[in-house]
């Protein structure tokens, strides 16, 4: 199982970005998908993710109503638009795989994509 991340950057407050991770490995249109952050000094964070099993979603609070996931499954590709972003979204944004479907806390994650920096600043 691979993931990789893309798509972070510098971008001032308010604005947009949209982050990207293909992963691949057996049946990987079951797995769990999640993205999570962590910003420095933080504890890791989960921000989204998605159910292999019934496509369900579930957002931190922190994001909601702003920050969409969504997957494409002919690319292979999960995706994060990060809308009316702040100064407190900067962090590491990471991609993760559960092959179990189910998604959950950082824990029942085994598989990890690197990660890429997403940085608010005015």
């Known amino acids: 199982v691979q993931l990789q991340a893309c798509g972070g950057g510098l971008v001032q407050p308010g604005g947009s970005l949209r982050l990207s991770c293909a992963f691949s490995g057996p049946n990987s249109n079951y797995y769990a998908l999640g993205w999570f952050r962590q910003a420095p000094g933080k504890e890791r964070e989960g921000v989204s993710c998605?159910?292999?099993?019934?496509?369900?979603?579930r957002y931190a609070d922190s994001v909601k109503g702003r920050f969409t996931i969504s997957k494409d499954v002919a690319k292979n590709t999960v995706y994060l638009q990060m809308n009316s972003l702040k100064l407190e979204d900067t962090a590491v944004y990471s991609c993760?795989?559960?092959?179990?479907?189910?998604?959950?806390?950082?824990?029942?994650?085994?598989?990890w994509g690197q990660g890429t920096q997403v940085t608010v600043s005015s």
């Open positions: 998605i159910s292999g099993a019934d496509g369900s979603i």
């Open positions: 993760a795989a559960n092959i179990r479907a189910i998604p959950g806390p950082a824990s029942v994650y085994k598989y």
